[in-house]
């Protein structure tokens, strides 16, 4: 099976300087072109046979473009959400730093922002996520997860064995694609954060 990790286009709060999480914004004009590049070139190329999303705005409304250019099966999952960042959702980010500063040495795995999961919540959700949909999608050769950097951070940690408290972390580009190979002996990173067709398209 292929697993096609795939973070969301533009959204509103990419330009407007927030703490975004769990805030529900939505994509822009330019994030809604950059998901119909995309779905041209899975459409294209590589095309699954299921796509799984994040119920937040910018990631469903990606993933709908790219399942009506697909024509294939879309399916919601919430623990796809991104970081539930409790109270700092949709603060600026420079009021956020002062009315909600780091603790000094940063948070710990375990606690959480106020309003909000902790990092060590956050891993245990996206693995259940992750385990769920790779258990109802066997029957398929190839699924898109569409969800966000955050989450798709978490994973590839995950899929790698890094702890939860490690400062590792995958860039992902809007729109970018990265390609997972499950195979009998276990899971297969092929490519991170490819964004060509954003370019080539």
């Not at 969301?8 to 407007?16: K, N, R, T, V, Y």
């Not at 409304?61 to 919601?76: P, Q, R, S």
């Not at 796809?80 to 980010?93: H, Y």
């Amino acid at each position: 099976m292929e697993i096609l990790l795939i973070r969301h286009g533009q959204s509103e709060a990419d330009i407007l300087g927030v703490h975004e999480g769990r805030a529900d914004y939505p994509l822009t004009e330019l994030g809604k072109k950059q998901a119909k590049r995309l779905a041209c070139r899975l459409n294209e190329q590589c095309p699954p046979d299921i796509i799984w999303t994040s119920t937040l705005k910018r990631a469903s409304e990606t993933a709908t473009i790219l399942a009506d250019e697909v024509g294939c099966m879309l399916m919601k999952e919430p623990n796809l959400m991104e970081f539930n960042n409790g109270v700092l959702a949709g603060l600026p980010r420079e009021i956020a730093a002062t009315k909600y500063p780091l603790p000094p040495g940063g948070r710990k795995p375990h606690e959480r922002i106020q309003n909000g999961e902790s990092e060590i919540e956050f891993r245990m959700r996206v693995e259940m996520a992750f385990s769920k949909i790779l258990a109802e999608s066997s029957a398929v050769l190839r699924i898109a997860i569409v969800s966000h950097s955050g989450t798709i951070s978490n994973l590839l940690r995950s899929i790698l064995h890094l702890p939860v408290s490690t400062s590792v972390k995958f860039a992902t580009g809007d729109t970018g694609i990265h390609l997972i190979k499950k195979e009998d002996e276990g899971l297969q990173i092929v490519t991170l954060n490819n964004t060509e067709h954003l370019y080539n398209y």
